[in-house]
C-alpha cells in the first residue's frame, strides 16, 4: 500500500489529538509513512503533543511523528497539509466576538465584523503556508484547510494562489447530518443530502435515508425541536451553552423558512437581532472553549508532566468533527472516500474565477444571470442588477453586517422594506469592524 507523508499545521490545537486518531484508525485505507505537527507555537505544541504521542503509541506505534516550528523540516516531501489555523488564538477570537457585541452587532467568528477582522488576520499567513507548499512539500501536495472563516480564506487564496493545490472545507454541513441520523435513529451513512450555500453559510433541500425522502419529516421535527435529539445525552451534542442554543435554534428559522432545512449559522444572518440579545458580551463562546476544553487539557497534560496520574485517552475524542478532512484526502490519495451531490447554487469554475448560478427562490421568478461571489464575506451574496427584483438572487443579509458586506444592488420587492427595517447597521458595524482591525493590528498574532 502506497504511504504517506501528512502535515497537520495548527499541531497546537487542542483539536489535534482527534484528528490524529482519526486517521490512524483509518490506517489500513490511508497509511501514513510520517506524522508531523508544525507550529509557530513551541510551547502549546508540545503541550498538545504529549496526548499525541499517547494516541501514536496505541494506534500506530510504528508511525514516524515529528514535532516542528521549521517549516522545511515540516514541508519538505508532503503529501497532504491539513491546515487548522487561528491567528491570534482565542484571545483574538474573544475581541472578534465582544467588540461587536459592544456596539450592537452579532459576534461571531465567521461572520460579520469578527468575521472580516479573524479573515485578515488568517489570510497572509495562509498564503504563506501555501508558499511553502510549493517550495518544499511534493509537487503532487494538497491542502486540506478548514481555518476559519472559511470563504474568506477560499476566496483570498484563489485571488493571491490561484494554482495552488488547496481545498477549503467546512465540516458544519457534516455535523448536522449527524444530528438529522440521530433524530431519525439511523447511520449518517444511511443519508442522502442535496445543499447548496457557501460552507457554514446554506440549505439542505432533500434528505433521503435509504433511498426514502424524509424532508418534510425533518421538517416537521425541526419547526419544532430544532435540531436537538429527542435523547439529551446523545454524543452529538455539545455541552457549552452556546450550542445548545445555537441547535434548539434552528426550530426558529424554520419556523420562518418552511422551503428548505437551515444550517444552524444563518442563525446570524436571519435572526441577528435575537442573538445579539442573547448573547453574553461579557462571556462568549471564546471564554466557553478557553474555560472548559482548553483548560480542562493543558491542565491535564502539566498534571501528567509532574507525575500524576492522569487518563489521557478521555482527551482522543473530537475527531468526528474533523471526517470530512480524512475523506477528500483518502479520495485524493486513491483509498476511498465519499461522493457528495450538491443542489444549485452551484459553484463553478467561470472565466476569472468562481461564481454563482441561481435558481429562483419559491414564489419569485430567475433573472437568467449568474452573480459573483462578494469578496470578503463567508456568505453566498450578490445581486444580478436586475431592475426588477422579483429575482431575489441578491442574499438578504441581516442584523448588522451590511456595512461590511455591500450587495451590489440592495434594493427588495414591494413589501419586503418594513419586514427589513432591521436590515441597515452600517454605521455599527463600521464602528465594530475599525475597532476590530485596530485591535487586531496592535495585537501578536
Known amino acids: 500500500m502506497k504511504t504517506f507523508k501528512l502535515v497537520i499545521a495548527g499541531g497546537g490545537s487542542t483539536y489535534t489529538p482527534g484528528i490524529v486518531k482519526s486517521l490512524l484508525v483509518q490506517k489500513d485505507r490511508f497509511k501514513l509513512n510520517e506524522l508531523v505537527l508544525y507550529d509557530n507555537n513551541a510551547e502549546r505544541q508540545e503541550a498538545v503533543?504529549?496526548?499525541?504521542?499517547?494516541?501514536?503509541?496505541?494506534?500506530?506505534?510504528?508511525?514516524?511523528?515529528?514535532?516542528?516550528?521549521?517549516?522545511?523540516?515540516?514541508?519538505?516531501?508532503?503529501?497532504f497539509i491539513f491546515a487548522q489555523m487561528r491567528v491570534g488564538l482565542y484571545a483574538m477570537r474573544e475581541q472578534d466576538e465582544k467588540i461587536p457585541l459592544k456596539y450592537g452587532v452579532v459576534g461571531q467568528e465567521t461572520c460579520g465584523p469578527g468575521g472580516l477582522a479573524y479573515g485578515l488576520r488568517t489570510i497572509y499567513p495562509m498564503v504563506e503556508l501555501i508558499d511553502y507548499c510549493e517550495k518544499y512539500a511534493k509537487p503532487t501536495y494538497w491542502i486540506v484547510n478548514y481555518s476559519n472563516p472559511a470563504a474568506i480564506v477560499a476566496k483570498a487564496t484563489f485571488r493571491l494562489r490561484p494554482k495552488a493545490?488547496?481545498?477549503?472545507?467546512?465540516?458544519?454541513?457534516?455535523?448536522?447530518?449527524?444530528?438529522?441520523?440521530?433524530?431519525?435513529?439511523?447511520?449518517?451513512?444511511?443519508?442522502?443530502?442535496?445543499?447548496?450555500?457557501?460552507?457554514?453559510?446554506g440549505w439542505f433541500t432533500k434528505v433521503r435515508l435509504n433511498g426514502e425522502d424524509v424532508t418534510e419529516k425533518l421538517k416537521s421535527y425541526?419547526?419544532?425541536?430544532?435540531?436537538m435529539p429527542q435523547n439529551a445525552k446523545s454524543?452529538?451534542?455539545?455541552?457549552?451553552?452556546?450550542?445548545?442554543?445555537?441547535?434548539?435554534?434552528?426550530?426558529?428559522?424554520?419556523?420562518a423558512f418552511h422551503d428548505y432545512l437551515p444550517n444552524t449559522y444563518m442563525q446570524y444572518y436571519l435572526l441577528g437581532d435575537e442573538i445579539v440579545k442573547s448573547s453574553d458580551p461579557n462571556h462568549t463562546r471564546a471564554n466557553e472553549v478557553m474555560e472548559g476544553r482548553e483548560k480542562r487539557i493543558f491542565d491535564a497534560v502539566a498534571d501528567y508532566r509532574a507525575g500524576k496520574d492522569v487518563d489521557l485517552t478521555k482527551f482522543f475524542g473530537g475527531g468526528r468533527c474533523?471526517?470530512?478532512?480524512?475523506?477528500?484526502?483518502?479520495?485524493?490519495?486513491?483509498?476511498g472516500g465519499e461522493q457528495r451531490?450538491?443542489?444549485?447554487?452551484?459553484?463553478?469554475?467561470?472565466?476569472?474565477?468562481?461564481?454563482?448560478?441561481?435558481?429562483?427562490?419559491?414564489?419569485?421568478?430567475?433573472?437568467?444571470?449568474?452573480?459573483?461571489?462578494?469578496?470578503?464575506?463567508?456568505?453566498?451574496?450578490?445581486?444580478?442588477?436586475?431592475?426588477?427584483?422579483?429575482?431575489?438572487?441578491?442574499?438578504?443579509?441581516?442584523?448588522?453586517?451590511?456595512?461590511?458586506?455591500?450587495?451590489?444592488?440592495?434594493?427588495?420587492?414591494?413589501?419586503?422594506?418594513?419586514?427589513?427595517?432591521?436590515?441597515d447597521r452600517c454605521q455599527q458595524g463600521l464602528l465594530a469592524g475599525a475597532a476590530l482591525i485596530s485591535t487586531s493590528s496592535a495585537a501578536d498574532t
Open 49 to 79: 503533543g504529549v496526548i499525541v504521542r499517547h494516541v501514536v503509541e496505541m494506534f500506530d506505534p510504528e508511525l514516524k511523528l515529528t514535532l516542528t516550528t521549521d517549516p522545511e523540516v515540516a514541508m519538505t516531501d508532503a503529501d
Open 165 to 201: 493545490r488547496i481545498l477549503n472545507i467546512c465540516d458544519m454541513p457534516v455535523a448536522i447530518e449527524r444530528n438529522m441520523a440521530e433524530i431519525l435513529e439511523c447511520d449518517r451513512h444511511d443519508l442522502e443530502v442535496d445543499y447548496f450555500g457557501l460552507n457554514h453559510f
Open 222 to 227: 425541526v419547526a419544532e425541536h430544532g435540531y
Open 235 to 255: 454524543d452529538v451534542l455539545h455541552s457549552d451553552p452556546s450550542w445548545l442554543h445555537t441547535y434548539a435554534n434552528a426550530k426558529n428559522i424554520c419556523s
Open 322 to 335: 474533523h471526517e470530512p478532512c480524512l475523506r477528500p484526502a483518502q479520495a485524493l490519495s486513491g483509498h
Open 341 to 423: 451531490r450538491c443542489g444549485e447554487p452551484a459553484l463553478r469554475r467561470h472565466g476569472g474565477g468562481p461564481r454563482l448560478h441561481h435558481r429562483p427562490w419559491p414564489g419569485t421568478r430567475a433573472c437568467g444571470r449568474d452573480s459573483h461571489l462578494l469578496q470578503g464575506s463567508d456568505r453566498a451574496a450578490g445581486g444580478c442588477g436586475e431592475a426588477d427584483r422579483g429575482c431575489r438572487c441578491g442574499a438578504l443579509l441581516r442584523e448588522g453586517t451590511d456595512g461590511l458586506y455591500p450587495v451590489q444592488d440592495r434594493a427588495q420587492p414591494a413589501g419586503r422594506q418594513e419586514d427589513l427595517g432591521r436590515y
